[in-house]
C-alpha cells in the first residue's frame, strides 16, 4: 500500500529535548516536506527536498533541522524544542510539486512543555 | 499581505445547494495550484488541482482559475453532509515552495 509514515503519532516532552520525528514514503517520490499546522494560520511549510542531498528552508524553519539521506526518509529534527513548538506536524511527499498531488502523513501531535 | 489568502468562514449551506469557495495568491508566476480536503483531526487529501486558466470539472467538483486575477476557486455542486469539512487552497510558487491558505471550513446542512 503506497503510504507516507510519520512516527510518533503522539510525543509530550519537554522544552530543550532534542528530539526526532521520523518520515518515511514507499511511493519512490522526488520530493518531500515538511508543515506544521496551527489553529487560525493552515499548513505551513518548514522544509522540504526536491530530492536526496537536497533541502530547502519553507516559511518556517526556524528551531527545525531536516535531512535527505535516502530518499524514503525525511526526518525532522527539533534541536532544542520551545513552546511555540507545539502544534501538529505533517510530512508529505509526491513525484514533483508542481505537477501531482501530495500524500501526507496521519501527523505528528507534538506538545513541549 | 498573505500569500494565499481563504475566507476562514465557516460557510454554511443547505443540502443540495452549491457551496463556493475563493482563494487569492500573490505569486503571479505560480503555475500549480491545488484544492485539498481535510476532515477534523484527519491529513489533508487532495480534491482537485488546475494548472491552466479556466475551468476544471470532476464529478461534483469544478475548479476554476485566473491567472490575470490571481485567483482560484473550488465549486461544490449538489452539496452533501458529508462534504463539511475544512478546504485548503495550495499553490506552489517559484522555487517550489507550496503556500496553503488558512482553509475556510465548510458546514452542510441536512
Known amino acids: 500500500e503506497a503510504q507516507v509514515t510519520q512516527n510518533p503519532r503522539y510525543l509530550i516532552t519537554v522544552t530543550g529535548k532534542k528530539l526526532t520525528v521520523t518520515c518515511s514514503q514507499n511511493m519512490n517520490h522526488e520530493y518531500m516536506s515538511w508543515y506544521r499546522q496551527d489553529p487560525g494560520l493552515g499548513l505551513r511549510q518548514i522544509y522540504y527536498?526536491?530530492?536526496?542531498?537536497?533541502?530547502d528552508k519553507g516559511d518556517v524553519p526556524e528551531g527545525y533541522k531536516v535531512s535527505r539521506k535516502e530518499k524514503r526518509n525525511f526526518p525532522l529534527i527539533l534541536e532544542s524544542p520551545s513552546p511555540n513548538q507545539t502544534s501538529l506536524y505533517f510530512c508529505?511527499?509526491?513525484?514533483?510539486?508542481?505537477?501531482?498531488?501530495?500524500?501526507f502523513g496521519q501527523g505528528t501531535r507534538l506538545t513541549v512543555v | 499581505q498573505k500569500e494565499v489568502e481563504q475566507n476562514s468562514g465557516p460557510l454554511s449551506v443547505p443540502e443540495g445547494a452549491i457551496a463556493s469557495l475563493n482563494c487569492t495568491y500573490s505569486d503571479r508566476v505560480s503555475q500549480s495550484f491545488f484544492w485539498y480536503r481535510q476532515y477534523s483531526g484527519k491529513s489533508p487529501e487532495l480534491i482537485m488541482s488546475i494548472y491552466s486558466n479556466g475551468d476544471k470539472e470532476d464529478g461534483r467538483f469544478t475548479a476554476q482559475l485566473n491567472k490575470a486575477s490571481q485567483y482560484v476557486s473550488l465549486l461544490i455542486r449538489d452539496s452533501q453532509p458529508s462534504d463539511s469539512a475544512t478546504y485548503l487552497c495550495?499553490?506552489?510558487?517559484?522555487?517550489?515552495?507550496?503556500?496553503f491558505g488558512a482553509g475556510t471550513r465548510l458546514f452542510v446542512k441536512a
Open positions: 527536498s526536491m530530492n536526496v542531498e537536497v533541502t
Open positions: 508529505a511527499s509526491s513525484i514533483h510539486p508542481t505537477a501531482t498531488e501530495a500524500f
Open positions: 495550495a499553490v506552489v510558487e517559484r522555487g517550489f515552495k507550496t503556500i
